[in-house]
C-alpha cells in the first residue's frame, strides 16, 4: 500500500506535487529496509544475475499493487510511468545496472490504462551521482543538481509527454536534493498535463 505526501515548490518546481511512497528507507542493511533497491541500482557491477531478477521482480510486484491504487486516488483511468533517469548518460550502463527502469517497463504493460513512458527521459550527458559521497574506485563526474539540470543533461520526447498524466517513478525520495523535483518540472514544462511522482523507498533525511 502507497503513502502519500506532498512536494513543495522550491527554487526547482513551481508548484506543490503529490508524491506517494511505498515504505521507508531507513538505512542499508537496517531492520526493514528495502535493501533490494540497492540490489537494483547494481552500482559496481557486481551483483549475481539472480539477485538482480528478484530484486527486479519484486519492484514489479509493488508498481503493480500501488500504481492502480494511485489512479484510483487521482481519479485518473490512464497514464504513463516516466522513471527519473539515472545520473550518468544511458550508454554508460550495462543492461544489468538499468533494472529499474526495465521493472517500470514490465509493469507499465501489466496493469490496464499504463502506458509505458521509459524512452521518454533519457540522460545523454553525465550528472553527478548524489549518493556517491566518498571515494568509491569509480569515476563520479558531472555536474551537481541544479535547476534545470534535466533538460540540460537529458533527451526528452516533447511529442510523447505533450498533454499525459504522469506518474514518475525513482527508486529513493530524500528531500532537498532536488533531481526529482527538478525532473517533475521538466516534464510540466515539455508539455505533461499532470504529474505524481512516486517512489519505492523514502528517507527522512533533510
Given at each position: 500500500?502507497?503513502?502519500?505526501?506532498?512536494?513543495?515548490?522550491?527554487?526547482?518546481l513551481k508548484r506543490?506535487?503529490?508524491?506517494?511512497?511505498?515504505?521507508?528507507?531507513?538505512?542499508?542493511?537496517?531492520?526493514?529496509?528495502?535493501?533490494?533497491?540497492?540490489?537494483?541500482?547494481?552500482?559496481?557491477?557486481?551483483?549475481?544475475?539472480?539477485?538482480?531478477?528478484?530484486?527486479?521482480?519484486?519492484?514489479?510486484?509493488?508498481?503493480?499493487?500501488?500504481?492502480?491504487?494511485?489512479?484510483?486516488?487521482?481519479?485518473w483511468s490512464n497514464?504513463?510511468?516516466?522513471?527519473?533517469?539515472?545520473?550518468?548518460?544511458?550508454?554508460?550502463?550495462?543492461?544489468?545496472?538499468?533494472?529499474?527502469?526495465?521493472?517500470?517497463?514490465?509493469?507499465?504493460n501489466n496493469i490496464?490504462?499504463?502506458?509505458?513512458?521509459?524512452?521518454?527521459?533519457?540522460?545523454?550527458?553525465?550528472?553527478?551521482?548524489?549518493?556517491?559521497?566518498?571515494?568509491?574506485?569509480?569515476?563520479?563526474?558531472?555536474?551537481?543538481?541544479?535547476?534545470?539540470?534535466?533538460?540540460?543533461?537529458?533527451?526528452?520526447?516533447?511529442?510523447?509527454?505533450?498533454?499525459?498524466?504522469?506518474?514518475?517513478?525513482?527508486?529513493?525520495?530524500?528531500?532537498?536534493?532536488?533531481?526529482?523535483?527538478?525532473?517533475?518540472?521538466?516534464?510540466?514544462?515539455?508539455?505533461?498535463?499532470?504529474?505524481?511522482?512516486?517512489?519505492?523507498?523514502?528517507?527522512?533525511?533533510?
Amino acid at each position: 500500500m502507497s503513502n502519500e505526501f506532498i512536494i513543495e515548490r522550491n527554487y526547482y518546481l513551481k508548484r506543490n506535487t503529490t508524491g506517494y511512497y511505498h515504505q521507508l528507507y531507513t538505512g542499508f542493511r537496517q531492520p526493514g529496509n528495502p535493501d533490494f533497491l540497492n540490489t537494483l541500482k547494481n552500482t559496481f557491477d557486481s551483483e549475481p544475475h539472480r539477485n538482480l531478477v528478484e530484486a527486479r521482480d519484486k519492484v514489479i510486484g509493488i508498481l503493480i499493487e500501488d500504481i492502480p491504487e494511485i489512479l484510483t486516488d487521482s481519479c485518473w483511468s490512464n497514464c504513463m510511468l516516466v522513471g527519473v533517469p539515472r545520473a550518468k548518460s544511458l550508454k554508460s550502463y550495462l543492461n544489468s545496472q538499468l533494472m529499474l527502469r526495465e521493472a517500470i517497463r514490465i509493469a507499465a504493460n501489466n496493469i490496464h490504462g499504463v502506458i509505458d513512458g521509459t524512452d521518454c527521459i533519457k540522460r545523454v550527458v553525465n550528472t553527478r551521482t548524489t549518493h556517491l559521497r566518498t571515494a568509491t574506485g569509480i569515476p563520479n563526474d558531472g555536474d551537481e543538481p541544479y535547476p534545470g539540470i534535466t533538460v540540460d543533461t537529458c533527451q526528452i520526447d516533447k511529442s510523447r509527454i505533450m498533454n499525459q498524466n504522469i506518474i514518475l517513478i525513482d527508486d529513493i525520495y530524500t528531500r532537498n536534493v532536488n533531481i526529482d523535483e527538478d525532473c517533475i518540472q521538466a516534464l510540466l514544462d515539455n508539455g505533461a498535463n499532470k504529474v505524481i511522482f512516486y517512489s519505492i523507498g523514502y528517507t527522512r533525511r533533510i
